[in-house]
């Protein structure tokens, strides 16, 4: 069974810091491309970052890694500002089979003074 779990969500204060986590498990995370999405209130789901690339809405501020032996993907969010609160999800999408992909729960970020 494949789960995408992801922790390290809070509340914290504009300028502040948050890491999040997902580990992956039930896959071969080698064949698998893990990113990092984000959906606010009424908004639609949105790309943040991945292998090798992070979106101009955040650059320079979060940064994405991959922990491989633990099969554990991060995103690492610094300056972080209220724009940035929103529901942070995981996701996995195969390599090698088109379309089939899966979703963690989400962890809720939320920045406010």
């Known amino acids: 069974q494949v789960r995408l779990a992801e922790s390290g969500g809070g509340s914290v204060q504009p300028g502040g810091s948050l890491r999040l986590s997902c580990a992956a498990s039930?896959?071969?995370?080698?064949?698998?491309?893990m990113s990092w999405y984000r959906q606010a209130p009424g908004q639609e789901r949105e790309l943040v970052a991945g292998n090798g690339f992070t979106t101009s809405s955040i650059q320079g501020r979060f940064t994405f890694s991959t922990d491989n032996a633990e099969n554990t993907v991060y995103l690492q969010m610094n300056s972080l500002k209220p724009e940035d609160t929103a529901v942070y999800y995981c996701k996995a999408e195969s390599r090698l089979i088109a379309g089939h992909e899966y979703w963690g729960q989400g962890t809720q970020v939320t920045v406010s003074s």
């Open positions: 039930g896959l071969l995370f080698s064949n698998y491309r």
